[in-house]
């Protein structure tokens, strides 16, 4: 008879294989039908290899968490996360659209539709893989140590807000003027988005900490992207 580990773990793999088979899927239409808007985030590499090694090493670093106990890609609070999820995602992106219309992002910022809706799903998978999932896997490992002393749960929480650095980081280089007031709301904000997906991720799984960046991505790149420049420009 298969035990209830067996059946969860069956679970982790099945929405994982799922989410990552959908995401090559959703890689190679996108490149095919519209060449180049991956590009601006994986340069002249290409995207099918990034998206590949994105999901390979995550897939790895997933199974790592998974093992220790750390955290789940899909769980019986997964439901629950989405729910959290939402709310979260829909202040978040309120605040993003404010501040666009105070401090006016760049015009070329969005994919236009149609294939905003197949490109921001793909491309927000593999920004999960490498600027979460993996590299607070590899933080997890260098500081398991540092745990022993401070226990799991600090280590943990302060492996949460470490990564959560990353994304913030690394998005200030798309900025013109990086220490303008542009450059240090965005990072703020993006700051916000990380850790508190990361705390998703802590308590209902990948899933639900996927679904927070796909929520987000509707409202401020796909709805609001699609009357931005008729409203603002």
Sequence with gaps: MTSEVERNQRRQF??????????????VV????????????????NPLVVVIAAIGLGGIALRVLQSQGWFEVFS?????GVAVSTG?????AVA?????VVLRYPE??????????????????????????????????????VGKRIGVERLIGLCLLLTATLEPTFQLLF???????????????????????????RRYGFVAMYLFR????????????????????
């Excluded at 993003?96 to 666009?100: K, L, Q, S």
């Excluded at 070329?108 to 491309?123: M, Q, R, S, T, W």
Aim: with cysteine; glycine share 6%.
């Design 30 to 45: 996108v490149d095919v039908a519209w060449p180049g808007h991956f590009a601006k985030y994986f340069g002249s590499a």
């Design 14 to 27: 099945l929405a994982f294989a799922c989410l990552s088979l959908g995401t090559l899927g959703l890689t």
């Design 108 to 145: 070329d910022i969005n994919v236009p539709l149609p294939e905003a809706l197949l490109f921001y799903p793909a491309v927000g998978y593999v920004a999960e893989m490498v600027f979460h999932v993996i590299p607070l896997t590899v933080l997890l490992l260098i500081l398991a140590p």
């Design 96 to 100: 993003i659209i404010i501040a666009d």
């Design 214 to 233: 796909l929520i987000y991505y509707a409202y401020w790149h796909i709805a609001w992207g699609a009357i931005r420049l008729d409203v603002l420009f």
């Design 76 to 80: 019986a609070r997964t439901l629950r």
């Design 88 to 92: 979260l995602a829909t202040l978040l």
């Design 175 to 201: 900025e013109e003027n990086p220490l303008s007031w542009i450059g240090a709301y965005t990072w703020v904000h993006v700051y916000a988005i990380a850790f508190l997906q990361l705390h998703v991720f």
